[in-house]
Protein backbone atom coordinates (compact mmCIF):
# COMPACT_ATOMS: atom_id res chain seq x y z
CA UNK A 1 0.00 0.00 0.00
CA UNK A 2 2.43 2.48 -1.07
CA UNK A 3 0.10 5.49 -1.77
CA UNK A 4 -2.29 5.10 1.03
CA UNK A 5 0.60 5.84 3.38
CA UNK A 6 -0.11 9.48 2.10
CA UNK A 7 -3.29 9.46 2.93
CA UNK A 8 -4.19 12.21 5.43
CA UNK A 9 -6.31 10.65 7.73
CA UNK A 10 -4.69 9.30 11.08
CA UNK A 11 -7.33 6.74 11.79
CA UNK A 12 -5.20 3.20 11.90
CA UNK A 13 -7.26 1.50 8.85
CA UNK A 14 -4.62 -0.97 8.11
CA UNK A 15 -5.91 -2.98 11.12
CA UNK A 16 -8.48 -6.01 10.22
CA UNK A 17 -11.38 -6.16 13.24
CA UNK A 18 -11.37 -9.48 13.71
CA UNK A 19 -13.34 -11.26 16.72
CA UNK A 20 -11.22 -14.23 16.61
CA UNK A 21 -8.29 -13.96 18.83
CA UNK A 22 -5.90 -15.12 16.59
CA UNK A 23 -5.60 -11.56 15.56
CA UNK A 24 -4.17 -10.61 18.09
CA UNK A 25 -0.51 -11.39 16.79
CA UNK A 26 2.16 -13.41 18.28
CA UNK A 27 2.17 -12.81 21.53
CA UNK A 28 -1.06 -14.77 21.98
CA UNK A 29 0.53 -17.86 23.11
CA UNK A 30 2.19 -15.82 26.41
CA UNK A 31 -0.95 -14.56 28.43
CA UNK A 32 -2.06 -10.92 28.03
CA UNK A 33 -0.96 -8.58 29.80
CA UNK A 34 -4.24 -6.38 30.32
CA UNK A 35 -6.67 -9.41 29.91
CA UNK A 36 -10.26 -8.36 31.27
CA UNK A 37 -12.03 -10.21 34.18
CA UNK A 38 -15.08 -10.53 35.32
CA UNK A 39 -15.85 -7.33 36.29
CA UNK A 40 -15.50 -5.86 32.55
CA UNK A 41 -17.75 -8.46 31.59
CA UNK A 42 -20.10 -7.53 33.78
CA UNK A 43 -19.22 -3.57 33.34
CA UNK A 44 -19.33 -4.11 29.78
CA UNK A 45 -22.93 -5.81 30.21
CA UNK A 46 -24.40 -3.41 32.00
CA UNK A 47 -22.81 -0.45 29.36
CA UNK A 48 -24.94 -3.06 26.38
CA UNK A 49 -28.35 -3.07 28.31
CA UNK A 50 -28.53 0.73 28.61
CA UNK A 51 -27.73 0.42 25.23
CA UNK A 52 -30.71 -1.54 23.82
CA UNK A 53 -33.31 -0.64 26.57
CA UNK A 54 -34.79 1.99 24.15
CA UNK A 55 -35.15 -0.11 21.47
CA UNK A 56 -36.71 -2.77 23.50
CA UNK A 57 -38.92 -1.08 25.31
CA UNK A 58 -39.97 0.96 22.63
CA UNK A 59 -40.90 -2.13 20.62
CA UNK A 60 -43.07 -3.65 23.31
CA UNK A 61 -44.56 -0.19 23.91
CA UNK A 62 -45.36 0.15 20.19
CA UNK A 63 -47.86 -3.15 20.60
CA UNK A 64 -49.82 -1.35 23.59
CA UNK A 65 -53.36 0.18 23.71
CA UNK A 66 -52.93 3.99 24.52
CA UNK A 67 -53.90 3.72 27.48
CA UNK A 68 -51.35 1.35 28.72
CA UNK A 69 -48.49 3.46 27.54
CA UNK A 70 -49.91 6.16 29.18
CA UNK A 71 -50.36 4.70 32.64
CA UNK A 72 -48.27 5.64 35.56
CA UNK A 73 -45.98 3.55 36.56
CA UNK A 74 -45.14 2.54 33.64
CA UNK A 75 -45.78 -0.89 32.54
CA UNK A 76 -43.12 -3.22 30.93
CA UNK A 77 -44.93 -6.19 29.60
CA UNK A 78 -47.83 -4.91 28.16
CA UNK A 79 -51.16 -6.25 29.64
CA UNK A 80 -52.44 -6.30 26.28
CA UNK A 81 -51.56 -6.59 23.35
CA UNK A 82 -53.14 -4.63 19.98
CA UNK A 83 -51.50 -3.54 16.69
CA UNK A 84 -53.81 -0.84 16.50
CA UNK A 85 -51.69 1.14 16.75
CA UNK A 86 -49.57 -0.03 13.43
CA UNK A 87 -53.08 -0.63 12.01
CA UNK A 88 -53.43 3.05 11.90
CA UNK A 89 -50.57 4.33 10.74
CA UNK A 90 -51.28 2.19 7.57
CA UNK A 91 -54.53 3.20 7.26
CA UNK A 92 -55.31 6.83 8.62
CA UNK A 93 -51.96 7.93 8.14
CA UNK A 94 -49.97 7.44 4.86
CA UNK A 95 -46.79 5.67 5.98
CA UNK A 96 -47.16 2.76 2.82
CA UNK A 97 -46.18 6.18 1.19
CA UNK A 98 -43.44 7.37 3.40
CA UNK A 99 -42.17 3.88 3.20
CA UNK A 100 -41.83 3.75 -0.04
CA UNK A 101 -40.56 7.05 -0.89
CA UNK A 102 -37.92 6.13 1.50
CA UNK A 103 -37.25 2.89 -0.38
CA UNK A 104 -37.00 4.83 -3.47
CA UNK A 105 -34.55 7.95 -2.61
CA UNK A 106 -32.54 5.14 -1.00
CA UNK A 107 -32.30 2.74 -3.49
CA UNK A 108 -31.51 5.87 -6.00
CA UNK A 109 -29.04 7.48 -3.84
CA UNK A 110 -27.08 3.82 -3.37
CA UNK A 111 -26.94 2.43 -6.73
CA UNK A 112 -25.19 6.00 -7.70
CA UNK A 113 -22.87 5.98 -5.18
CA UNK A 114 -21.59 2.39 -5.73
CA UNK A 115 -21.20 3.14 -9.78
CA UNK A 116 -20.09 6.73 -9.47
CA UNK A 117 -17.74 6.75 -6.38
CA UNK A 118 -16.13 3.12 -7.59
CA UNK A 119 -15.52 5.17 -10.64
CA UNK A 120 -13.71 7.98 -9.51
CA UNK A 121 -11.89 5.41 -6.48
CA UNK A 122 -10.35 3.49 -9.08
CA UNK A 123 -9.02 6.37 -11.00
CA UNK A 124 -7.11 7.69 -8.35
CA UNK A 125 -6.33 4.10 -6.77
CA UNK A 126 -4.82 2.71 -9.94
CA UNK A 127 -4.13 5.38 -13.11
CA UNK A 128 -1.67 7.95 -13.41
CA UNK A 129 -2.88 11.34 -14.48
CA UNK A 130 -2.56 15.17 -13.91
CA UNK A 131 -4.94 16.43 -11.56
CA UNK A 132 -5.24 13.17 -9.04
CA UNK A 133 -3.53 14.56 -6.23
CA UNK A 134 -5.60 17.64 -6.38
CA UNK A 135 -9.15 15.63 -6.95
CA UNK A 136 -8.02 13.59 -4.02
CA UNK A 137 -7.61 16.67 -1.87
CA UNK A 138 -10.68 17.94 -3.39
CA UNK A 139 -12.80 14.55 -2.41
CA UNK A 140 -11.39 14.86 1.36
CA UNK A 141 -12.36 18.51 1.48
CA UNK A 142 -15.69 17.52 0.81
CA UNK A 143 -15.75 15.26 3.88
CA UNK A 144 -16.16 18.50 5.82
CA UNK A 145 -18.64 20.64 4.01
CA UNK A 146 -22.27 20.38 6.30
CA UNK A 147 -25.14 20.05 4.80
CA UNK A 148 -26.56 23.24 6.18
CA UNK A 149 -24.08 25.11 4.34
CA UNK A 150 -25.66 24.31 0.90
CA UNK A 151 -29.25 23.15 1.52
CA UNK A 152 -30.67 27.13 1.14
CA UNK A 153 -29.09 27.90 -2.36
CA UNK A 154 -29.50 23.72 -3.24
CA UNK A 155 -33.27 24.25 -2.85
CA UNK A 156 -33.28 27.41 -5.05
CA UNK A 157 -31.53 25.54 -7.77
CA UNK A 158 -33.79 22.96 -7.13
CA UNK A 159 -36.78 24.76 -7.67
CA UNK A 160 -35.64 26.51 -10.68
CA UNK A 161 -35.06 23.10 -12.07
CA UNK A 162 -38.32 22.35 -11.53
CA UNK A 163 -37.42 19.60 -9.17
CA UNK A 164 -39.21 20.85 -5.74
CA UNK A 165 -41.38 18.10 -4.12
CA UNK A 166 -40.19 15.67 -6.09
CA UNK A 167 -38.34 12.19 -5.47
CA UNK A 168 -36.01 12.75 -7.97
CA UNK A 169 -34.99 16.59 -6.04
CA UNK A 170 -34.82 14.54 -2.96
CA UNK A 171 -32.14 11.97 -4.40
CA UNK A 172 -29.99 13.33 -7.08
CA UNK A 173 -27.88 16.11 -4.69
CA UNK A 174 -26.73 12.58 -2.99
CA UNK A 175 -26.08 10.65 -5.59
CA UNK A 176 -21.98 11.12 -5.98
CA UNK A 177 -20.69 10.70 -2.34
CA UNK A 178 -16.85 12.01 -0.70
CA UNK A 179 -17.07 9.02 1.57
CA UNK A 180 -17.92 6.39 -1.31
CA UNK A 181 -15.13 7.57 -3.28
CA UNK A 182 -12.44 7.59 -0.39
CA UNK A 183 -14.20 4.03 0.67
CA UNK A 184 -13.87 2.54 -2.92
CA UNK A 185 -10.14 4.02 -3.58
CA UNK A 186 -9.32 2.96 0.00
CA UNK A 187 -10.30 -0.89 -1.24
CA UNK A 188 -8.68 -0.40 -4.58
CA UNK A 189 -5.78 0.23 -3.51
CA UNK A 190 -5.06 -3.24 -2.13
CA UNK A 191 -6.09 -5.31 -5.58
CA UNK A 192 -3.02 -6.33 -7.00
CA UNK A 193 -1.81 -3.63 -10.11
CA UNK A 194 -0.37 -7.24 -11.79
CA UNK A 195 -4.16 -7.83 -12.94
CA UNK A 196 -4.37 -4.41 -14.44
CA UNK A 197 -1.34 -4.41 -16.23
CA UNK A 198 -1.97 -8.71 -17.02
CA UNK A 199 -5.36 -6.93 -18.71
CA UNK A 200 -3.42 -4.21 -20.74
CA UNK A 201 -0.72 -6.08 -21.96
CA UNK A 202 -3.88 -7.94 -23.78
CA UNK A 203 -4.83 -4.53 -25.16
CA UNK A 204 -7.99 -3.86 -23.26
CA UNK A 205 -9.05 -0.30 -23.11
CA UNK A 206 -8.59 1.57 -19.84
CA UNK A 207 -12.43 1.77 -19.15
CA UNK A 208 -13.05 -1.90 -20.07
CA UNK A 209 -10.63 -2.97 -17.61
CA UNK A 210 -12.42 -0.65 -15.22
CA UNK A 211 -15.80 -2.59 -15.96
CA UNK A 212 -14.86 -5.84 -16.53
CA UNK A 213 -11.44 -6.58 -13.87
CA UNK A 214 -11.80 -4.33 -11.61
CA UNK A 215 -15.46 -4.05 -10.81
CA UNK A 216 -16.14 -7.80 -10.06
CA UNK A 217 -13.06 -7.55 -7.35
CA UNK A 218 -14.65 -5.13 -5.99
CA UNK A 219 -17.69 -6.38 -4.73
CA UNK A 220 -16.59 -6.76 -0.89
CA UNK A 221 -16.66 -3.44 -0.65
CA UNK A 222 -19.32 -2.39 -2.75
CA UNK A 223 -21.38 -4.31 -0.55
CA UNK A 224 -20.56 -2.43 1.77
CA UNK A 225 -20.79 1.23 0.30
CA UNK A 226 -23.80 -0.19 -0.58
CA UNK A 227 -24.95 -0.77 3.11
CA UNK A 228 -23.64 2.26 4.33
CA UNK A 229 -25.17 4.67 2.19
CA UNK A 230 -28.76 2.95 2.08
CA UNK A 231 -28.31 3.47 5.92
CA UNK A 232 -27.05 7.36 5.30
CA UNK A 233 -29.81 8.18 3.05
CA UNK A 234 -32.50 6.20 4.95
CA UNK A 235 -31.82 8.73 8.21
CA UNK A 236 -31.27 11.63 6.10
CA UNK A 237 -33.31 14.56 7.29
CA UNK A 238 -33.02 17.70 6.83
CA UNK A 239 -32.86 17.30 2.81
CA UNK A 240 -36.13 15.71 2.39
CA UNK A 241 -37.33 17.96 4.69
CA UNK A 242 -36.70 20.89 2.77
CA UNK A 243 -37.40 19.34 -0.73
CA UNK A 244 -40.62 17.88 0.50
CA UNK A 245 -43.18 20.16 0.64
CA UNK A 246 -46.58 17.90 0.12
CA UNK A 247 -46.93 15.12 2.21
CA UNK A 248 -47.05 12.78 -0.56
CA UNK A 249 -43.52 13.53 -0.91
CA UNK A 250 -42.48 13.02 3.01
CA UNK A 251 -40.19 10.27 3.87
CA UNK A 252 -40.17 8.47 7.06
CA UNK A 253 -38.11 10.36 8.94
CA UNK A 254 -39.54 13.74 8.32
CA UNK A 255 -43.31 12.16 8.67
CA UNK A 256 -42.23 11.15 12.19
CA UNK A 257 -40.67 14.34 13.12
CA UNK A 258 -43.51 16.38 12.02
CA UNK A 259 -45.98 14.27 13.83
CA UNK A 260 -44.04 14.08 16.64
CA UNK A 261 -43.80 18.14 16.67
CA UNK A 262 -47.60 18.46 14.99
CA UNK A 263 -50.75 17.45 15.74
CA UNK A 264 -50.29 14.25 16.76
CA UNK A 265 -47.19 14.92 19.15
CA UNK A 266 -49.88 13.38 22.08
CA UNK A 267 -50.65 9.61 20.41
CA UNK A 268 -48.22 8.19 21.49
CA UNK A 269 -48.93 4.15 20.50
CA UNK A 270 -49.01 5.83 17.17
CA UNK A 271 -45.31 7.80 17.05
CA UNK A 272 -43.64 4.33 18.65
CA UNK A 273 -45.42 2.58 16.40
CA UNK A 274 -43.95 4.72 13.66
CA UNK A 275 -40.42 4.27 15.10
CA UNK A 276 -40.39 0.92 14.80
CA UNK A 277 -41.57 1.18 11.08
CA UNK A 278 -38.44 3.75 10.66
CA UNK A 279 -35.97 1.63 12.67
CA UNK A 280 -37.06 -2.15 12.71
CA UNK A 281 -35.25 -2.36 8.86
CA UNK A 282 -32.49 -0.74 9.62
CA UNK A 283 -31.62 -3.01 13.07
CA UNK A 284 -32.49 -6.06 10.71
CA UNK A 285 -30.52 -5.18 7.99
CA UNK A 286 -27.99 -4.27 10.64
CA UNK A 287 -27.50 -7.27 12.55
CA UNK A 288 -27.50 -9.25 9.16
CA UNK A 289 -24.70 -7.50 7.67
CA UNK A 290 -23.07 -6.11 10.67
CA UNK A 291 -19.48 -7.54 9.36
CA UNK A 292 -19.38 -5.39 6.56
CA UNK A 293 -20.60 -2.20 7.94
CA UNK A 294 -17.93 -2.37 10.66
CA UNK A 295 -15.37 -3.07 8.44
CA UNK A 296 -16.48 -0.50 6.27
CA UNK A 297 -15.88 2.07 9.34
CA UNK A 298 -12.63 0.39 10.29
CA UNK A 299 -11.31 0.72 6.93
CA UNK A 300 -11.79 4.43 6.16
CA UNK A 301 -12.46 5.59 9.91
CA UNK A 302 -15.23 6.87 9.11
CA UNK A 303 -19.24 7.06 8.87
CA UNK B 1 -12.16 -6.48 3.54
CA UNK B 2 -14.31 -9.74 4.14
CA UNK B 3 -11.99 -12.45 3.33
CA UNK B 4 -10.26 -13.41 0.31
CA UNK B 5 -9.19 -10.13 -1.91
CA UNK B 6 -7.21 -8.67 0.39
CA UNK B 7 -3.92 -9.38 -1.02
CA UNK B 8 -1.70 -6.35 -0.49
CA UNK B 9 1.04 -5.77 -2.81
CA UNK B 10 3.90 -3.76 -3.41
CA UNK B 11 2.02 -1.30 -5.45
CA UNK B 12 5.22 0.71 -6.56
CA UNK B 13 7.07 -2.21 -7.89
CA UNK B 14 5.13 -2.54 -10.60
CA UNK B 15 3.81 0.53 -11.60
CA UNK B 16 7.77 1.09 -13.27
CA UNK B 17 7.37 -0.58 -16.78
CA UNK B 18 4.32 2.15 -17.37
CA UNK B 19 6.44 4.58 -17.07
CA UNK B 20 7.98 6.63 -19.79
CA UNK B 21 5.38 5.15 -22.00
CA UNK B 22 3.55 8.23 -23.35
CA UNK B 23 0.72 7.15 -25.09
CA UNK B 24 -0.14 4.75 -22.54
CA UNK B 25 -0.22 7.47 -20.13
CA UNK B 26 -2.33 9.91 -22.16
CA UNK B 27 -5.05 6.87 -22.28
CA UNK B 28 -4.85 6.69 -18.65
CA UNK B 29 -5.67 10.80 -18.13
CA UNK B 30 -8.41 10.32 -20.69
CA UNK B 31 -9.87 6.98 -18.57
CA UNK B 32 -9.54 8.94 -15.30
CA UNK B 33 -11.17 11.85 -16.48
CA UNK B 34 -13.89 10.01 -18.02
CA UNK B 35 -14.05 8.20 -14.90
CA UNK B 36 -14.19 11.30 -12.64
CA UNK B 37 -17.08 12.69 -14.81
CA UNK B 38 -19.72 11.65 -13.20
CA UNK B 39 -19.28 12.53 -9.75
CA UNK B 40 -17.30 16.16 -10.77
CA UNK B 41 -20.45 16.80 -12.35
CA UNK B 42 -22.79 16.37 -9.70
CA UNK B 43 -19.95 17.08 -6.99
CA UNK B 44 -19.89 20.91 -9.14
CA UNK B 45 -23.45 21.52 -9.43
CA UNK B 46 -24.68 20.25 -5.93
CA UNK B 47 -22.08 20.73 -3.94
CA UNK B 48 -19.25 23.32 -4.78
CA UNK B 49 -21.69 25.55 -6.68
CA UNK B 50 -24.05 25.77 -3.57
CA UNK B 51 -20.75 26.32 -1.40
CA UNK B 52 -20.09 29.49 -3.64
CA UNK B 53 -23.65 30.05 -4.03
CA UNK B 54 -24.85 30.07 -0.05
CA UNK B 55 -21.67 33.07 0.39
CA UNK B 56 -22.56 34.96 -2.66
CA UNK B 57 -26.73 35.02 -1.28
CA UNK B 58 -25.66 35.69 2.16
CA UNK B 59 -24.22 39.25 1.06
CA UNK B 60 -27.80 39.71 -0.45
CA UNK B 61 -31.33 40.61 0.91
CA UNK B 62 -32.53 37.29 -1.22
CA UNK B 63 -35.74 36.19 0.10
CA UNK B 64 -38.13 33.39 -0.61
CA UNK B 65 -40.42 35.76 -3.48
CA UNK B 66 -37.32 36.18 -5.05
CA UNK B 67 -36.93 32.25 -6.00
CA UNK B 68 -37.53 32.14 -9.69
CA UNK B 69 -35.40 35.46 -9.83
CA UNK B 70 -32.10 34.79 -7.50
CA UNK B 71 -30.04 36.99 -9.43
CA UNK B 72 -32.10 39.52 -9.72
CA UNK B 73 -31.34 40.79 -5.69
CA UNK B 74 -30.40 43.16 -3.79
CA UNK B 75 -26.28 43.58 -2.20
CA UNK B 76 -26.21 44.54 0.99
CA UNK B 77 -22.39 44.00 1.91
CA UNK B 78 -21.88 42.28 5.17
CA UNK B 79 -25.55 43.48 7.17
CA UNK B 80 -26.68 39.97 7.27
CA UNK B 81 -23.76 39.55 9.47
CA UNK B 82 -23.82 41.90 11.38
CA UNK B 83 -27.34 41.59 12.05
CA UNK B 84 -27.19 37.81 13.35
CA UNK B 85 -24.80 39.10 15.81
CA UNK B 86 -26.28 41.91 17.14
CA UNK B 87 -29.50 39.46 17.11
CA UNK B 88 -29.64 38.04 20.92
CA UNK B 89 -31.39 34.77 19.67
CA UNK B 90 -28.43 34.46 17.30
CA UNK B 91 -25.72 35.17 19.91
CA UNK B 92 -27.99 32.58 22.00
CA UNK B 93 -28.14 29.75 19.63
CA UNK B 94 -24.16 30.08 18.77
CA UNK B 95 -23.91 29.94 23.17
CA UNK B 96 -25.79 26.25 22.63
CA UNK B 97 -23.67 25.01 19.92
CA UNK B 98 -20.74 25.99 21.81
CA UNK B 99 -22.33 24.07 24.60
CA UNK B 100 -23.18 20.91 22.54
CA UNK B 101 -19.58 20.62 21.40
CA UNK B 102 -18.14 21.28 24.93
CA UNK B 103 -20.45 18.90 26.68
CA UNK B 104 -21.22 16.28 23.72
CA UNK B 105 -17.51 16.01 22.77
CA UNK B 106 -15.53 14.99 25.64
CA UNK B 107 -18.37 12.90 27.02
CA UNK B 108 -19.05 10.96 24.11
CA UNK B 109 -15.21 10.46 23.38
CA UNK B 110 -14.72 9.50 27.31
CA UNK B 111 -17.55 7.07 26.85
CA UNK B 112 -16.31 5.52 23.80
CA UNK B 113 -12.71 5.04 24.64
CA UNK B 114 -13.82 3.43 28.04
CA UNK B 115 -16.21 1.08 26.13
CA UNK B 116 -12.90 0.55 23.31
CA UNK B 117 -10.52 -0.57 26.22
CA UNK B 118 -12.56 -2.41 28.19
CA UNK B 119 -13.48 -4.72 24.69
CA UNK B 120 -9.67 -4.96 24.01
CA UNK B 121 -8.91 -6.69 26.98
CA UNK B 122 -12.34 -9.34 26.03
CA UNK B 123 -11.75 -12.18 23.69
CA UNK B 124 -15.23 -13.92 24.59
CA UNK B 125 -19.12 -11.89 23.65
CA UNK B 126 -16.98 -9.31 21.74
CA UNK B 127 -18.60 -9.18 18.61
CA UNK B 128 -21.91 -9.76 20.58
CA UNK B 129 -20.73 -6.42 22.40
CA UNK B 130 -19.68 -4.52 19.42
CA UNK B 131 -22.65 -4.60 17.73
CA UNK B 132 -24.87 -3.63 20.64
CA UNK B 133 -23.05 -0.60 21.39
CA UNK B 134 -23.06 0.56 17.76
CA UNK B 135 -26.39 -0.50 17.35
CA UNK B 136 -27.57 3.19 17.81
CA UNK B 137 -25.44 4.79 15.69
CA UNK B 138 -27.32 2.46 12.23
CA UNK B 139 -30.63 3.96 13.73
CA UNK B 140 -32.63 7.09 12.43
CA UNK B 141 -31.88 10.35 15.10
CA UNK B 142 -35.06 11.18 14.60
CA UNK B 143 -37.20 7.61 15.72
CA UNK B 144 -34.64 8.01 18.73
CA UNK B 145 -35.39 11.19 19.30
CA UNK B 146 -39.12 10.26 19.77
CA UNK B 147 -37.87 7.62 21.68
CA UNK B 148 -36.29 9.07 24.25
CA UNK B 149 -38.69 11.99 24.50
CA UNK B 150 -40.98 9.26 26.46
CA UNK B 151 -38.34 7.55 28.06
CA UNK B 152 -37.75 11.36 29.84
CA UNK B 153 -41.28 12.01 30.13
CA UNK B 154 -41.58 13.52 33.99
CA UNK B 155 -44.37 11.70 34.85
CA UNK B 156 -44.64 7.76 34.05
CA UNK B 157 -41.33 7.53 32.31
CA UNK B 158 -38.81 5.12 32.33
CA UNK B 159 -35.97 7.07 33.27
CA UNK B 160 -38.04 9.28 36.26
CA UNK B 161 -39.53 6.08 37.25
CA UNK B 162 -36.29 3.87 37.75
CA UNK B 163 -34.92 6.85 39.74
CA UNK B 164 -37.87 6.90 41.64
CA UNK B 165 -37.76 3.66 42.36
CA UNK B 166 -34.63 4.12 44.45
CA UNK B 167 -35.33 7.11 45.93
CA UNK B 168 -33.73 10.04 43.69
CA UNK B 169 -35.77 13.01 42.61
CA UNK B 170 -37.26 13.02 39.29
CA UNK B 171 -36.85 16.23 37.55
CA UNK B 172 -38.46 17.68 34.38
CA UNK B 173 -35.73 16.56 31.98
CA UNK B 174 -36.79 18.40 28.94
CA UNK B 175 -38.93 21.68 30.32
CA UNK B 176 -36.48 22.47 32.14
CA UNK B 177 -34.22 25.47 30.83
CA UNK B 178 -31.20 24.54 32.66
CA UNK B 179 -31.32 20.56 31.97
CA UNK B 180 -32.74 20.08 28.38
CA UNK B 181 -29.82 20.55 26.28
CA UNK B 182 -27.79 18.63 28.65
CA UNK B 183 -29.96 16.00 28.76
CA UNK B 184 -30.03 16.01 24.64
CA UNK B 185 -26.09 15.86 25.05
CA UNK B 186 -26.38 12.87 26.95
CA UNK B 187 -28.88 11.23 24.50
CA UNK B 188 -26.62 12.14 21.66
CA UNK B 189 -23.63 10.91 23.27
CA UNK B 190 -25.84 7.84 23.95
CA UNK B 191 -26.44 7.15 19.94
CA UNK B 192 -23.09 8.85 18.73
CA UNK B 193 -20.43 6.56 20.90
CA UNK B 194 -20.50 3.55 18.78
CA UNK B 195 -18.39 4.80 15.66
CA UNK B 196 -15.95 6.33 18.05
CA UNK B 197 -15.64 2.86 19.77
CA UNK B 198 -15.16 1.28 16.63
CA UNK B 199 -12.08 3.68 15.20
CA UNK B 200 -10.55 3.81 18.95
CA UNK B 201 -10.57 -0.04 19.25
CA UNK B 202 -9.12 -0.04 16.13
CA UNK B 203 -6.13 2.11 17.11
CA UNK B 204 -6.18 -0.02 20.26
CA UNK B 205 -5.26 -2.96 18.30
CA UNK B 206 -2.36 -1.46 16.68
CA UNK B 207 -0.84 -0.85 20.11
CA UNK B 208 1.56 -4.22 20.65
CA UNK B 209 1.44 -6.15 23.57
CA UNK B 210 5.04 -6.11 24.49
CA UNK B 211 5.14 -2.79 25.03
CA UNK B 212 2.50 -3.11 27.72
CA UNK B 213 4.47 -6.18 28.95
CA UNK B 214 7.56 -4.64 29.34
CA UNK B 215 5.97 -1.79 31.19
CA UNK B 216 4.27 -4.11 33.59
CA UNK B 217 7.56 -6.07 34.04
CA UNK B 218 9.00 -2.56 35.27
CA UNK B 219 6.34 -2.42 37.41
CA UNK B 220 4.43 0.32 36.19
CA UNK B 221 0.39 -0.15 37.30
CA UNK B 222 -2.57 -0.96 35.33
CA UNK B 223 -3.29 3.21 35.13
CA UNK B 224 0.25 4.44 34.45
CA UNK B 225 0.29 1.67 31.36
CA UNK B 226 -2.67 3.55 30.26
CA UNK B 227 -2.16 7.04 30.92
CA UNK B 228 1.78 6.72 29.55
CA UNK B 229 1.77 4.44 26.73
CA UNK B 230 -1.73 3.37 25.53
CA UNK B 231 -3.12 7.50 25.36
CA UNK B 232 -0.02 8.82 23.97
CA UNK B 233 0.43 6.00 21.26
CA UNK B 234 -3.27 6.20 20.57
CA UNK B 235 -3.20 10.24 20.01
CA UNK B 236 -3.89 10.33 16.10
CA UNK B 237 -6.88 8.30 16.70
CA UNK B 238 -7.85 10.85 19.29
CA UNK B 239 -7.44 13.39 17.31
CA UNK B 240 -9.19 12.34 14.36
CA UNK B 241 -12.43 11.25 16.53
CA UNK B 242 -12.52 14.74 18.40
CA UNK B 243 -12.52 16.29 14.93
CA UNK B 244 -15.16 14.22 13.43
CA UNK B 245 -16.92 14.59 16.64
CA UNK B 246 -16.98 17.99 17.01
CA UNK B 247 -18.21 18.58 13.01
CA UNK B 248 -21.09 16.61 14.07
CA UNK B 249 -21.76 18.38 17.42
CA UNK B 250 -21.72 21.71 15.67
CA UNK B 251 -24.68 20.91 13.26
CA UNK B 252 -26.47 19.85 15.92
CA UNK B 253 -30.32 19.85 14.62
CA UNK B 254 -32.26 16.41 14.64
CA UNK B 255 -32.53 16.03 18.64
CA UNK B 256 -33.58 19.66 19.44
CA UNK B 257 -36.18 19.56 16.79
CA UNK B 258 -38.26 16.30 17.93
CA UNK B 259 -37.57 16.46 21.42
CA UNK B 260 -38.00 20.44 22.61
CA UNK B 261 -38.46 22.23 19.50
CA UNK B 262 -35.64 24.30 20.66
CA UNK B 263 -36.82 24.88 23.70
CA UNK B 264 -37.54 25.35 26.85
CA UNK B 265 -37.03 29.83 26.18
CA UNK B 266 -34.45 28.69 23.21
CA UNK B 267 -32.64 26.77 25.39
CA UNK B 268 -31.70 23.95 23.40
CA UNK B 269 -32.03 25.65 20.18
CA UNK B 270 -28.77 25.62 17.69
CA UNK B 271 -27.29 27.39 14.80
CA UNK B 272 -28.17 25.08 12.75
CA UNK B 273 -32.38 25.16 14.12
CA UNK B 274 -32.09 28.72 13.48
CA UNK B 275 -30.98 28.55 10.03
CA UNK B 276 -33.66 25.80 9.23
CA UNK B 277 -36.33 28.80 10.72
CA UNK B 278 -34.98 31.59 8.89
CA UNK B 279 -35.36 29.57 5.87
CA UNK B 280 -38.47 28.60 6.40
CA UNK B 281 -39.66 32.10 7.34
CA UNK B 282 -38.27 32.99 3.83
CA UNK B 283 -35.23 34.86 5.12
CA UNK B 284 -32.68 32.83 2.60
CA UNK B 285 -29.86 35.62 2.69
CA UNK B 286 -29.84 35.43 6.45
CA UNK B 287 -30.20 31.97 6.46
CA UNK B 288 -27.24 31.72 4.22
CA UNK B 289 -25.00 34.20 6.29
CA UNK B 290 -25.70 31.84 9.45
CA UNK B 291 -24.68 28.67 7.61
CA UNK B 292 -21.40 30.44 6.55
CA UNK B 293 -20.33 31.33 10.30
CA UNK B 294 -20.84 27.98 11.06
CA UNK B 295 -19.07 26.42 8.47
CA UNK B 296 -16.45 28.95 9.33
CA UNK B 297 -16.83 27.52 13.10
CA UNK B 298 -16.12 24.07 11.52
CA UNK B 299 -13.18 24.56 9.88
CA UNK B 300 -11.72 27.07 12.58
CA UNK B 301 -12.49 24.58 15.10
CA UNK B 302 -10.80 21.27 13.12
CA UNK B 303 -7.56 23.08 12.04
CA UNK B 304 -7.38 24.26 15.57
CA UNK B 305 -7.53 20.69 16.63
CA UNK B 306 -4.96 19.95 14.43
CA UNK B 307 -3.12 22.57 15.83
CA UNK B 308 -3.05 22.43 19.40
CA UNK B 309 -3.26 18.43 19.69
CA UNK B 310 -1.02 17.00 16.36
CA UNK B 311 2.02 19.31 17.18
CA UNK B 312 2.87 18.64 20.91
CA UNK B 313 5.04 15.80 20.55
Known amino acids: MTTSAATPTPAPAQTPLDDLPASTGPSKQSKRPDQGGPGTYIALGLGLILMVIPFLWMAISSIKPEAEIRSIPPTWWPQSVTLDNFRELFTRLDFTTYFLNSVLVATAVTVGNMLFCSMLGYALAKLEFRGKKLLFALVLGTLMIPGVVTFVPLFVLTVNLGLA ?17 FLMRQFILSLPDELIQAARVDGAGELRIFFSVVMPLCWPALATLGILTFLTSWNN ?44 PVIAVFLFLQRHIMQGISMTGIK | MATTTTTPTRAGAAQAPARGADPMRRQQTIAAWLLAL ?19 MSFTDIKRTDIRTPFAVGFIGIDNYTQLLADPLFRKVMVNTGLYVVLGVPLTMAMALAIAVMLNRVTRLRALFRVGYYLPVVTSIVAVSVVWKFLLRP ?55 EVKEAAQVDGATGWQVFRRITLPMLKPTLLFGAVITSIGYLQFFEEAFVMTK ?5 ATRSVTFFTFDQFAFGNYGLAAAASYLLFLAVVVLTFLQFKVFGEKD
Open chain 2, 262 to 266: GGPLD
Open chain 2, 155 to 209: EGGLVNSALGAVGLPQPEWLDNPHLALPSLVVMAAWRNLGTLMIIFLAGLQTIPD
Open chain 2, 38 to 56: PFLALFLVFTAGPVLASLG
Open chain 1, 237 to 280: FLWPLVVATNEDKYTLPVALALYAVGQNATQYGLLLAGSVVVVI
Open chain 1, 165 to 181: NTLTGMALPFLAGPFGV
